[in-house]
């Protein structure tokens, strides 16, 4: 007789139960953050180091990067544009001028 695992493994997994797994791992996910913080914390008070009070600091460091690799990306993609734009101009004036 089968056991119930080996009967969800028989069973397709439908978008519910993939919702309940990814959300029941992000609460893992969540908690062992958490706790590694916390551990963390007690380390550095006991070992006389010093954590940041506030992670903030951190996270706009680590965004900074990526905002500036977007920005440069934009101003990129915004110059291939305009080069694609007057080539289209350019071409049309050809297209006219040219019998």
């Known amino acids: 007789m089968h056991s119930d ?6 069973r397709p997994k439908t978008r519910a ?10 609460k893992d996910f969540q908690e062992r953050d958490r706790k590694r913080v916390q551990v963390e914390k007690e380390y ?3 070992h006389g180091g010093s954590l940041p009070a506030d992670d903030s600091g951190d996270s706009d460091q680590r965004v900074k990067p990526v905002d500036n690799k977007q920005q440069r990306l934009g101003r990129r993609l915004n110059w291939a544009i305009f080069w694609l734009v007057l080539l289209i101009i350019v071409v049309y004036a050809i297209l006219f001028f040219v019998d």
């Open 5 to 10: 695992d080996e009967r969800d493994n028989d």
């Open 17 to 26: 139960d993939y919702r309940r797994e990814q959300e029941q791992a992000e």
């Open 44 to 46: 550095a008070r006991t």
